[in-house]
């Protein structure tokens, strides 16, 4: 049989990426790496026409859909008119989009403050770091166990896994990481309905004696300045927390002066069904922290909202900070149509619907796959399914990373179509899918993923 065109051009350009390209980055965790060629909506095309259904849309980056036509739009409009400009001088949208921002966050909390952007969200989280360290005058933080927040140096003393620092050196800042209200696998092994918290206690706990080490009792003074919460943890499984909890850490961290910065990077635009993730919790956050579907995966731009005090000129004066793209004129132009689509468009009731539609499916799966299905829970559209033994409980990465891999080789059938199926996988032991459609999804398409996921789920186990 001839080999076709696209195979050969497929060969070439990976023995190229062999050669060429430093395998630092991530697309090595698959073997051969995957090359796509086109995207549309929920689906992206290999070199052979093939279509992938998408469930992680570039870990929920592109949350409006690939190609979405409007913020396409917006882009080329922009290409047509500003498309570069110091970030040194004013351009339009991103006054704009401050405003925006920084007007729904007045509404929603009663707070007034300012937005500063930058381009990545590691680089977003490193501004909010100078932020609390320039207010406070301390350096260190509490993050949690399983939070990420990026791998640049600063980011990465924050992030909670080894993994992503063990080579680097030494860590002087590294944050002190708590447990997460993870209440699937609680560290305590409590049950949510009898525990009252009891984790949040032991985070109290560090408070009660200076010789536990973070309290100076006589001065009344913490040698922490804030406390990185993810809302839904992301990269750490999509972990839903229960919202009490973060109620009473909150309390716990204003009486000690310490901050709470709440990273949206993953979660913010509408993921979980609010605007900010953290409207689920009942709790006003000092600094936020966003990025990715801002510009749905187009010209990147993230940035920080922080509340007055913390950012007033006097404080944080110009030059604080800076880089070279940070309000580049192509995704301000962007982040600014989709601010106004989502004032335009009722998110909360599409996501939450189209979420209750996907997760009805999803438990429904369980059911064919008792056990093996330990966990399947959402909110919004950022879903999880955590693979386990049969058990129900013990994590099974090499049954997850089987289905990762298989999905990707695109050799499904369903309905008399070839179909590949695009998972992500997160969690504590890497054995959760982290799915985060798009918002564009179909109904059609949901019970498609749900089919797919059937079918991997059999062929795997059978393997
Ligand atoms: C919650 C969270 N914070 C920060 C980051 C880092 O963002 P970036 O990869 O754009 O640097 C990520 C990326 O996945 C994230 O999920």
Not at 262 to 278: C, H, I, L, N, S
Not at 318 to 344: C, D, I, R
Not at 389 to 402: A, C, V
Request: aromatic share 12%.
């Amino acid at each position: 049989m001839p080999i076709s065109d696209a195979a050969i051009k497929s060969a070439e350009l990976l023995a190229l990426e062999r050669k060429y390209c430093s395998f630092g980055d991530t697309v090595h965790y698959l073997d051969p790496p995957k090359v796509f060629v086109s995207c549309e909506g929920s689906t992206l095309h290999d070199e052979q026409g093939t279509p992938y259904l998408d469930l992680q849309m570039w870990y929920s980056a592109a949350s409006f859909g690939y190609r979405n036509p409007r913020l396409a739009d917006a882009l080329k409009r922009q290409l047509g008119r500003l498309p570069q400009l110091a970030c040194q001088y004013l351009h339009a949208e991103k006054v704009e989009l401050a405003a925006r921002i920084a007007q729904y966050c007045e509404k929603r909390f009663g707070v007034k403050g300012r937005v500063q952007f930058n381009v990545g969200g590691s680089q977003a989280i490193e501004d909010s770091l100078k932020i609390v360290r320039n207010y406070t005058g301390r350096n260190l933080m509490f993050a949690f166990m399983g939070g990420y927040h990026g791998r640049t140096l600063g980011a990465s003393a924050i992030t909670s896994s080894y993994r992503y620092r063990r080579r680097y050196g030494h860590f002087g800042d590294r944050a002190s990481f708590i447990f997460y209200p993870y209440c699937f696998r609680c560290m305590y092994g409590l049950k949510r309905e009898t525990c009252e918290l009891y984790c949040e206690d032991q985070f109290e706990k560090l408070f009660e004696s200076e010789y536990h080490s973070v309290w100076d009792s006589r001065a009344e003074v913490s040698e922490y300045g804030a406390f990185y919460i993810e809302p839904v943890q992301g990269t750490g499984g999509y972990v839903i927390p229960p919202k009490e909890y973060f109620v009473r850490l909150k309390q716990a961290c204003e009486k000690r002066k310490i901050l709470i910065v709440d990273d949206e990077v993953q979660m913010g635009f509408y993921r979980t069904g609010k605007f900010w993730a953290v409207e689920h919790l009942g709790i006003t956050p000092d600094i936020i922290v966003f990025g990715k579907a801002l510009t749905n995966g187009l010209n990147p731009l993230s940035g920080i909202w922080a509340r007055e005090e913390l950012i007033t000129p006097e404080i944080f004066p110009p030059g604080s900070t800076h880089s070279t793209f940070s309000s580049n004129t192509l995704g301000t132009a962007v982040g600014l149509e989709t601010l106004k689509m989502l004032e335009e468009e009722d998110y909360e009731k599409l996501v939450n619907e189209k979420g209750a539609y996907f997760l009805a499916g999803l438990r429904e799966l369980q059911t064919r796959h008792p056990g093996i299905i330990g966990d399947v829970n959402g909110l919004g559209l950022a879903l999880r399914i955590e693979v386990c033994k049969e058990d129900g409980i013990t994590p099974d990465r090499k049954l997850t990373d089987r289905i990762f891999s298989e999905g990707l080789k695109g050799d499904m059938e369903a309905g008399g179509c070839k179909y590949g199926l695009v998972l992500d996988v997160g969690g504590y032991h890497k054995n959760v899918f982290t799915l985060s459609p798009a918002f564009t999804i179909t109904r059609q398409e949901m019970d498609l993923a749900v089919e797919l996921l059937d079918q991997l789920f059999r062929r795997c186990r059978a393997q």
